[in-house]
């Protein structure tokens, strides 16, 4: 099997070759009509005169009309030409001096063209010791019943073609050869290239994920690749830092509660206690064991929607349904603080929405708003459309967010350093799943500071939702 390389410099030859030889033989096929018509229009130019001096003569003998030998030069008009004039029935009724005692062919077929007055050039391979070219043209005045043939010698046009046909097919060779080591030489430096990104692109791993490939510089279209693939590295290297980092937070978010359960049951162990401490020590282990399964279902909730396993919706309903049952659900925690939440729906047409999914990301939203809203303050959920779509915003009378954190707020395991994470129990996980879940779901979260302090989230949902 041949190697690309080959197989392109194999291809591009062949398709020179194919070029050069349709334009070469082209080439020849015209210079051959052209040679051809002019010794045809030579021919007949003799015989027309020929015939023209025939008609002049007023009832003269017929003959060829040939200076006697010796007398004037040579007529160049008349050199190497064989004149012949027959009668309707093929006889010779005179011949040039050069034809001496031959004759040219005069076959039924050609008389009964010449009878009908037709003009008639033929082709004579055999004649004589050189093909012949020949026309025979009719007489066409009252009462003469004539022709006259001029054949001429095909030998020199046949070494013209000859020659052409050589020197064509030198031309092709010499072409052909400098375009094939042209596309040798290009096919070469393209694919030192390509094999230069190919082993540096062996050499890269997970371990040196920084390195990127050789860029060959110019802005061809080897450029390019080497553009789209260092930036697909880059991309590659973010995830894998992501990934890195989502395990070692992962890690550590697991390691805490497991040493807190394991310490809470070896003080249980060391000595004996009441029914009460093990009941206490108990209701202790069971709300880490809580912790720990919250926590797992939502790093496995994450993880399908990473592989692309999201469900199919399993309940669809209004956005308006949407939040007043998530208001529902989150009224008794906001009571407890004494937190009032207010729904302002400002769609003129509520559009349909997947229940399951979009309630759990509403209900983080507002579970967060609730925790770091101040007691007696006031929550605005807000369900309004604008060009991009509908939009559900949450805005809270808190302390609002850093904005050098607010880039970092949809990370997994990131929680802020102001007051507002304060000692708030969580993972980090909740606002990195929900908006990984608007993803999904083909929207987003949005993030915002208040004017009047306070901060605003947004699920922006997908145009065909509106």
């Avoid at 001496?100 to 008639?120: D, H, Y």
């Avoid at 390509?194 to 860029?215: F, K, M, T, Y």
């Avoid at 390019?224 to 395990?247: C, K």
């Amino acid at each position: 099997m041949l190697s690309l390389r080959r197989r392109l410099v194999l291809v591009h030859l062949l398709a020179v070759l194919a070029a050069i030889g349709a334009t070469a033989a082209a080439g020849w096929w015209v210079l051959s009509q052209s040679v051809n018509r002019q010794l045809d229009a030579a021919l007949l130019a003799l015989a027309e005169t020929e015939l023209a001096m025939l008609a002049d003569g007023n009832g003269a003998p017929v003959r060829i009309h040939e200076a006697a030998s010796g007398s004037a030069p040579p007529s160049l008009t008349r050199l190497d030409r064989l004149v012949q004039i027959i009668d309707a029935d093929g006889r010779i009724l005179a011949r040039s001096a050069n034809l001496g005692s031959e004759k040219l062919p005069a076959p039924p077929a050609l008389l009964a063209r010449l009878t009908a007055g037709e003009t008639v050039f033929d082709t004579l391979p055999d004649t004589s010791e050189e093909p012949l070219r020949m026309v025979s043209l009719p007489s066409r005045g009252p009462g003469q019943r004539y022709a006259v043939q001029v054949a001429g010698s095909l030998d020199d046009a046949n070494h013209i073609l000859q020659s052409a046909a050589s020197l064509f097919a030198a031309m092709a060779m010499a072409l052909l050869a400098a375009v094939g080591w042209a596309g040798a030489r290009l096919s070469s430096k393209l694919f030192v290239a390509i094999e230069n990104i190919v082993d540096q692109a062996h050499q890269i791993g997970d371990s040196n994920l920084h390195q990127r490939l050789p860029h060959p510089g110019g802005e061809d279209e080897i450029s390019h690749l080497v553009d789209t693939l260092n930036a697909m590295l880059e991309r590659i290297e973010q995830a894998f830092e992501v990934q890195r980092r989502f395990t070692a937070d992962a890690s550590h978010e697991l390691r805490s509660p497991l040493s807190r359960l394991r310490a809470e049951i070896e003080i249980t162990l060391r000595r004996p206690r009441d029914t009460d401490s093990y009941v206490g020590a108990l209701r202790s282990c069971l709300d880490e064991v809580e912790r720990l399964t919250m926590l797992v279902e939502e790093l496995l909730m994450l993880a399908r929607i990473d592989a692309g396993q999201e469900r199919a919706p399993t309940e669809l309903g209004t956005l308006e349904q949407l939040a007043t049952d998530t208001m529902q659900r989150m009224q008794p925690v906001a009571d407890e603080r004494r937190i009032s939440l207010v729904l302002v729906n400002q769609l003129a047409t509520t559009p349909k929405v997947d229940l399951g999914p979009l309630g759990l990301v509403l209900r983080n939203l507002l579970d967060n708003a609730i925790k770091f809203s101040p007691q007696g303050s006031r929550i605005t959920i807000s369900l309004k459309a604008d060009e991009e779509g509908a939009l559900l915003a949450i805005a809270d009378q808190g302390s609002g967010l850093d904005e050098a954190e607010m880039p970092f707020v949809f990370d997994r395991f990131f929680r802020g350093s102001r007051p507002r994470a304060g000692d708030v129990e969580g993972f980090g996980l909740g606002l990195a799943l929900s908006q990984a879940i608007m993803k999904a779901h083909g929207g987003r979260l949005e993030v915002a500071n208040q004017a009047g302090g306070g901060a605003l989230f947004s699920m922006r949902l997908p145009p065909g939702a509106a």
